[in-house]
């Protein structure tokens, strides 16, 4: 091995000028495939092709067609009576014209808009609620006709007649969420407008194509504006810490070439940009940082010890390259790990985290030194910075300290470990979608007003099989949709369910003179089959072919549901499940919709925590007893790295806040950078020791050495990840949050109870005075 890492550095010092080339020539043709790359929030994008979700939500659409709508919600406030004044009326209508305008809506609701069907002397029509607006008597007369329609009440407008929505379907895009994002856009734009904006309407906006827009346009404005933010400040703590305008700057040559050949890769294999995948440019940062500044303090030791750029640089490479690699595949093991959840962006992150890891050792170990055996500026403010400043005071009197309180720290390390352990089972799962966004956030605020005024936004779809064509016609099984139907709108968490059965009753009460008590499914399948002729005769603008298939073989219930924490959303769904198995045996039923994909990601989150901890434990775990050639130093590298994310859980368990995509991928992915820092520690302490240095020496060479690095990378780390916290966007504010606590608690394991066990483990003999082994602490 050593042949090969001298060879390496050989090899990039000898063609220093093509690794800069080539570095340069990738770079620019990464840019050809970023033209693959668009953002796409869709919930199915999240399963696997054969996954059973994913399958029955496929379904859905290919038997009823587009699913998501757009809901634009209407308050009459001020000094309207209700929605039925003139004014309130042409806006609504100018709403509904306006999105059927688009091309992207293929069918709206409204209120302008909404034919109800009746009997018309002895003859079954379906009529406008309201044709003339401004018409007092058609006002009146509405207002009468909507009260008694159960189609209209609770889902189109509430029973104040004050709140009305109009609701655009949208058309299905499996590989693209642009076309909700441009409609959204539309659609805030035209509300804008003065007669809008200067009436005395509320306006309020949600569905799925309102989510997909704030996902995508909130997720973008904290990249734009924070990800530059957290650079520049990391780029002027470099600066501090090194007094180099190379070293500040460098570390980003190999950052920005790192993630640009990453997002290559990513155009490449044409993975869409997603809410998950924001946290990979602050990861690869993290990354860049912490093997760039090593590299960096490496390459000015050697400086400082007399050796010219390129010499420097060949030294920095050979004493680097081991650890560096363990680093890389230890941190891309950790998001390999993060693989074995069952959700397709989360994969796709974990892929990208590890190449991007791997991309970034081979920069930092070939472009960086070529860069840097170039650089001749070796200033005496940056020699006494990297030498003699404080970091390098503060690390050397770390041995002496931990010595002292090894007892003490290790007692304490272990009560954190065990504490941790005992707290983090009550961790909770809440992959809510909505809490991604803050409180005050308009789209969250709106996504309640929904569920207060209509029972939710969020559908739990029941695709139901009759057994045979035309079975829906069948009375017998419509009774038992209907008894199930009844059950649902029973539960407290469900609103007005939608399906073929309302118009059913309806177009039976009609057909036999208004008579309410004809309000019930007919006793024949002919019976119902010429209820629904009839009701086709009269020229309806619903079809009804989003509540049952072309054959006449499946119907549909759309149910509306709050929007729930994950573990009520849990308890409802399998109250569901457990009513159909003991109550409807005989019915064949199918959920699915959003809000049951939602809760299908949070039990594969929960799978694919546990599963993804245990697999980079081990492989890390494994890495380390390789590296280190013994099963102690394995073990012993491995508790600072494991126990700063443990601590984290902990501390999620202990405040209540739910592991979600954002936490889950956080802890896993700064579990392999966590341990970085202790394989530099562990690494340059061994060496020391085959040196012939006693404990405490070694540990002392460690902490002046390795330790001068932990602590530059970690300051510069856990500032800038601090930015993040001024996101709007909350998994990205998680992100920095958790990236900095656990990074920080890394940064005190490396540092303090590492060298503690050090200590206890194999500090039987009496420590030497430091001086009189100088030149053993300065060889190598």
């Known amino acids: 091995m050593t042949g090969f890492i001298r060879g390496w550095a050989d090899g990039v010092l000898r063609f220093r000028w093509l690794v800069i080339l080539m570095a340069l020539v990738l770079t620019g043709l990464s840019f050809v495939p970023m033209k693959n790359l668009y953002f796409d929030s869709s919930n199915e994008r999240f399963f696997l092709k054969d996954d059973p979700n994913y399958l029955a939500f496929q379904n859905m659409l290919e038997l009823f067609g587009d699913n998501e709508y757009l809901s634009i919600g209407v308050v009459a406030s001020g000094d309207n009576q209700d929605l039925f004044q003139a004014e309130t009326l042409d806006l609504i209508e100018e709403i509904t014209v306006f999105l059927e305008e688009q091309e992207m809506v293929t069918q709206v609701r409204s209120l302008t808009r909404y034919q109800y069907t009746h009997d018309d002397d002895g003859l079954l029509a379906t009529d406008y609620l309201i044709e003339e607006f401004d018409d007092e008597f058609?006002?009146?007369?509405?207002?009468?006709?909507?009260?008694?329609?159960?189609?209209?009440?609770?889902?189109?407008?509430?029973?104040?007649?004050?709140?009305?929505?109009?609701?655009?379907?949208?058309?299905?895009?499996?590989?693209?969420?642009?076309?909700?994002?441009?409609?959204?856009?539309?659609?805030?734009?035209?509300?804008?407008?003065?007669?809008?904006?200067?009436?005395?309407?509320?306006?309020?906006?949600?569905?799925?194509?309102?989510?997909?827009?704030?996902?995508?346009?909130?997720?973008?404005?904290?990249?734009?504006?924070?990800?530059?933010?957290?650079?520049?400040?990391?780029?002027?703590?470099?600066?501090?810490?090194?007094?180099?305008?190379?070293?500040?700057?460098?570390?980003?040559?190999?950052?920005?070439?790192?993630?640009?050949?990453?997002?290559?890769?990513?155009?490449?294999?044409?993975?869409?940009?997603?809410?998950?995948?924001?946290?990979?440019?602050?990861?690869?940062?993290?990354?860049?940082?912490?093997?760039?500044?090593?590299?960096?303090?490496?390459?000015?030791?050697?400086?400082?010890?007399?050796?010219?750029?390129?010499?420097?640089?060949?030294?920095?490479?050979?004493?680097?390259?081991?650890?560096?690699?363990?680093?890389?595949?230890?941190?891309?093991?950790?998001?390999?790990?993060?693989?074995?959840?069952?959700?397709?962006?989360?994969?796709?992150?974990?892929?990208?985290?590890?190449?991007?890891?791997?991309?970034?050792?081979?920069?930092?170990?070939?472009?960086?030194?070529?860069?840097?055996?170039?650089?001749?500026?070796?200033?005496?403010?940056?020699?006494?910075?990297?030498?003699?400043?404080?970091?390098?005071?503060?690390?050397?009197?770390?041995?002496a300290w931990t010595k002292k309180f090894r007892v003490t720290l290790a007692s304490i390390g272990l009560m954190l470990l065990l504490g941790g352990l005992y707290v983090i089972p009550g961790i909770s799962v809440d992959s809510n979608f909505i809490t991604y966004f803050k409180e005050e956030n308009q789209v969250r605020k709106d996504l309640n007003y929904f569920d207060q005024h209509y029972g939710g936004i969020n559908i739990v779809e029941m695709i139901v099989d009759s057994g045979e064509e035309d079975g829906v016609k069948n009375p017998q099984f419509l009774k038992r949709v209907e008894e199930l139907q009844a059950w649902m709108e029973a539960q407290?968490?469900?609103?007005?369910?939608?399906?073929?059965?309302?118009?059913?009753?309806?177009?039976?009460?009609?057909?036999?003179?208004?008579?309410?008590?004809?309000?019930?499914?007919?006793?024949?399948?002919?019976?119902?089959?010429?209820?629904?002729?009839?009701?086709?005769?009269?020229?309806?603008?619903?079809?009804?072919?989003?509540?049952?298939?072309?054959?006449?073989?499946?119907?549909?219930?759309?149910?509306?549901?709050?929007?729930?924490?994950?573990?009520?959303?849990?308890?409802?769904?399998?109250?569901?499940?457990?009513?159909?198995?003991?109550?409807?045996?005989?019915?064949?039923?199918?959920?699915?919709?959003?809000?049951?994909?939602?809760?299908?990601?949070?039990?594969?989150?929960?799978?694919?925590?546990?599963?993804?901890?245990?697999?980079?434990?081990?492989?890390?775990?494994?890495?380390?007893?390789?590296?280190?050639?013994?099963?102690?130093?394995?073990?012993?590298?491995?508790?600072?790295?494991?126990?700063?994310?443990?601590?984290?859980?902990?501390i999620l368990a202990i405040t209540g806040v739910p592991l979600n995509l954002g936490t889950m991928i956080v802890g896993a992915m700064t579990m392999g950078i966590a341990v970085d820092d202790a394989i530099h520690v562990v690494n340059r302490y061994l060496f020391a020791k085959k040196l012939g240095l006693n404990t405490y020496d070694s540990i002392y060479r460690a902490m002046s050495e390795a330790g001068r690095a932990v602590v530059f990378t970690s300051v510069v780390l856990v500032t800038g990840f601090s930015v993040m916290l001024f996101g709007s966007f909350i998994p990205y504010i998680y992100t920095g949050l958790f990236a900095a606590t656990i990074l920080g608690l890394a940064l005190i394991g490396d540092l303090v109870f590492l060298p503690a066990i050090l200590h206890i483990l194999d500090g039987k003999k009496k420590s030497e005075n430091i001086e009189t082994n100088s030149s053993a602490l300065n060889a190598g």
């Open 492 to 650: 407290p968490e469900a609103g007005n369910a939608n399906s073929l059965v309302d118009f059913v009753k309806e177009i039976s009460e009609s057909v036999n003179e208004e008579n309410p008590d004809y309000r019930v499914i007919p006793e024949t399948s002919n019976e119902v089959a010429q209820y629904l002729f009839l009701y086709e005769n009269t020229g309806p603008d619903e079809d009804l072919s989003d509540l049952r298939d072309f054959d006449n073989q499946y119907l549909r219930i759309s149910v509306p549901v709050l929007n729930m924490p994950a573990t009520e959303t849990s308890v409802f769904l399998h109250r569901v499940e457990s009513q159909l198995l003991k109550h409807f045996p005989d019915l064949t039923v199918e959920l699915t919709g959003n809000m049951v994909m939602y809760h299908v990601q949070d039990e594969y989150i929960n799978e694919g925590m546990i599963q993804s901890f245990l697999l980079a434990l081990t492989v890390i775990g494994i890495s380390f007893i390789i590296l280190f050639r013994s099963l102690k130093y394995g073990l012993v590298a491995l508790v600072p790295s494991v126990v700063p994310v443990l601590l984290t859980g902990a």
């Open 138 to 399: 058609a006002q009146e007369q509405a207002r009468s006709i909507i009260v008694n329609e159960p189609l209209a009440l609770g889902t189109l407008i509430t029973e104040d007649l004050k709140h009305t929505r109009v609701v655009g379907r949208v058309e299905y895009k499996s590989d693209t969420a642009e076309h909700k994002v441009e409609l959204v856009n539309r659609t805030y734009d035209f509300i804008s407008q003065p007669q809008f904006q200067n009436s005395n309407l509320e306006f309020h906006f949600s569905g799925q194509p309102v989510f997909s827009h704030e996902f995508e346009t909130v997720t973008q404005s904290d990249s734009s504006v924070l990800n530059p933010a957290m650079a520049l400040l990391m780029i002027v703590i470099l600066y501090i810490s090194f007094r180099s305008i190379s070293a500040m700057l460098l570390p980003w040559v190999v950052i920005g070439t790192g993630i640009i050949l990453t997002t290559g890769i990513q155009g490449l294999m044409v993975w869409p940009h997603s809410v998950v995948e924001s946290a990979l440019v602050p990861t690869l940062i993290i990354i860049g940082v912490g093997v760039s500044v090593h590299v960096l303090v490496e390459f000015y030791h050697f400086r400082s010890s007399g050796q010219n750029p390129k010499d420097a640089a060949h030294s920095a490479i050979t004493h680097l390259w081991l650890p560096a690699f363990f680093t890389a595949f230890t941190t891309a093991a950790g998001f390999i790990a993060l693989s074995v959840t069952k959700l397709v962006p989360v994969q796709q992150f974990a892929y990208l985290g590890a190449i991007g890891a791997m991309v970034l050792f081979l920069l930092a170990l070939t472009l960086l030194p070529a860069v840097l055996s170039f650089v001749p500026w070796f200033s005496q403010r940056t020699k006494n910075t990297v030498e003699n400043g404080l970091i390098t005071k503060f690390t050397k009197l770390i041995p």
